[in-house]
């Protein structure tokens, strides 16, 4: 069976930061593309960023932008989530898709494997 597992999660108050990772289970990372989404409450699911199978290019939502940090190496993916704030509330997701080359979008249907989801509270 192929699962990933994240975990990391966890409250932390308004400017702190959290590191999510990302591990395969019955799979390797290598040939994946892994992306990490998040769903607020009341809200959709939403990409946050993704990065490259062999590349490790690199997006992000804006409004993540030179807060967050995507890395992997060969085991694990990571999320380095500094300078967090309330609106980063919610459940985060990371998904492993192998259909786009070179390069990763956050595009929730493109992904074949998802985790159970680590909840990350950002809270005074």
């Known amino acids: 069976q192929l699962l990933l597992v994240e975990s990391g999660g966890g409250l932390v108050q308004p400017g702190g930061s959290l590191r999510l990772s990302c591990a395969a289970s019955?799979?390797?990372?290598?040939?994946?593309?892994i992306g990490w989404f998040r769903r607020a409450p009341g809200k959709e699911r939403e990409g946050v960023s993704c990065?490259?199978?062999?590349?490790?290019s690199t997006r992000y939502v804006d409004s993540v932008k030179g807060r967050f940090t995507i890395s992997r190496d060969n085991a694990k993916v990571y999320l380095q989530m500094n300078s967090l704030k309330p609106e980063d509330t919610g459940v985060y997701y990371c998904?492993?898709?192998?259909?786009?080359?070179?390069?990763?979008?956050?595009?929730?249907?493109?992904?074949?494997?998802w985790g159970q989801g680590t909840q990350v509270t950002v809270s005074s």
């Open positions: 019955g799979f390797t990372l290598e040939n994946y593309a």
């Open positions: 990065i490259s199978s062999s590349e490790n």
């Open positions: 998904a492993a898709e192998n259909h786009v080359q070179a390069t990763c979008v956050m595009i929730r249907n493109l992904y074949d494997y």
